[in-house]
């Protein structure tokens, strides 16, 4: 039997790209690169309905918000991962809310973690029920 050398182990890294020739953003992030082993962690699209299956702020898109954020972050957790893993999330407003008010909700959610996810925004003309006003999907990744 031969004794091989121990290799190190492989280990995964997240880039965050925002180049110069784009607008910077505290909110996003324009780019994200993932290289070498990571694991990734797709997450359907998170409301405002609660674990009774309640919709929590019926006709307040920050409460709603707030809801929203609290599930991804729960799911975040039941995955091993934390907020600042999170790397695309995709936001889903209904249309005549205000994207401020979500907005704000948002930033104080992150609060002063580095690196926010890249983002896109869609304004839909409902939702099924029609009292939710948000939906956030997302996808994080934990370097192994």
């Not at 004794?3 to 280990?11: F, G, I, K, R, T």
């Not at 997240?14 to 020739?21: K, M, S």
């Not at 990734?40 to 920050?62: E, L």
């Not at 973690?113 to 996808?139: K, Q, S, Y």
Request: charged share 15%; glycine share 6%; proline share 10%.
């Amino acid at each position: 039997m031969t004794n091989s050398p121990e290799q190190p182990a492989p280990s995964g890294s997240v880039q965050h790209l925002n180049p110069d020739a784009l607008p910077k953003n505290p909110a996003f992030t324009q780019a994200v690169v993932v290289s070498g082993p990571a694991k990734t962690i797709y997450i359907g699209m998170q409301n405002a309905v609660d674990a009774s299956r309640s919709i929590v702020g019926k006709g307040d898109i920050a409460a709603q918000t707030e809801q929203t954020l609290k599930n991804l972050q729960a799911c975040l957790e039941a995955a091993g991962a934390r907020p600042e893993h999170l790397i695309q999330w995709t936001i889903y407003v209904a249309q005549g809310q205000s994207i401020q008010a979500a907005f704000e909700v948002g930033q104080r959610w992150w609060g002063d973690r580095p690196n926010p996810p890249a983002n896109t925004v869609i304004l839909v003309p409902a939702f099924v029920p029609p009292d939710w006003l948000i939906g956030i999907e997302a996808i994080a990744v934990v370097p192994v």
